[in-house]
């Protein structure tokens, strides 16, 4: 019987990608418009999430009208809780922008084709929000309803970082799980590729 060999079109996938991706390296590095603008927008949110977590009290200064018989004191407890939790918000946009500036040196990281860039600081934002929002009782409902949105975006984005990614692929040899060496004698299936993985870590 003749062996037939298949092709691992996966690798020549990769291969198509890393040679894509040069063009766009040279651009960036000729123009950094995008990364100050990137810079000075998380910079300026920043400050605004910042003053809103820390001085809330700055909001309650700004929208006075001037009149003594109007004033107020302080804050109410609703306009506490929104300021904190739209600062924490804030705060992940602002991570995020910093995070997904573009390089002009290639960076190697994992291969993360279904990635989000918001994934990670807005999972780690709705967290901390859900936490806060959990200690909170002199909003009545609010805070509940906050806790529980929060924390299910939160945890599900938590959850999809840690086990996201196919379960057809192996993640020791990159073999197509769905690939077989029954019958046509397959030299790129994955149990044959996994069996040759472990004579070599022998």
């Known amino acids: 019987m003749s062996s037939i060999e298949m092709q691992d079109l996966s690798r020549r996938h990769d291969e198509k990608k890393s040679v894509d991706v040069s063009p766009c390296i040279k651009s960036v590095s000729e123009d950094s418009t995008i990364n100050l603008w990137a810079v000075v927008a998380s910079t300026l949110t920043l400050i605004l999430s910042l003053c809103l977590t820390i001085f809330p009290r700055l909001l309650r200064f700004l929208s006075e009208t001037g009149t003594e018989e109007h004033a107020r004191v302080a804050l109410s407890p609703l306009e506490s809780f929104l300021a904190l939790h739209f600062g924490v918000l804030l705060a992940a946009i602002a991570a995020a922008l910093v995070l997904n500036m573009p390089s002009s040196n290639p960076i190697t990281t994992r291969n993360e084709g279904n990635s989000h860039p918001l994934l990670m600081p807005l999972s780690f934002a709705c967290s901390l929000s859900a936490f806060l929002a959990y200690n909170t009782n002199n909003v009545g409902s609010l805070s509940t309803l ?20 196919s379960s057809l692929v192996s993640r020791k040899t990159g073999a197509d799980k769905r ?11 994955a149990s044959v590729q996994k069996k040759s993985w472990k004579k070599e870590q022998r």
């Open 146 to 165: 906050v806790c529980i949105l929060s924390a299910t975006i939160g945890g599900w984005g938590i959850w999809t970082m840690l086990f996201a990614g």
């Open 179 to 189: 690939t077989s060496a029954f019958l046509f004698g397959n030299k790129n299936a």
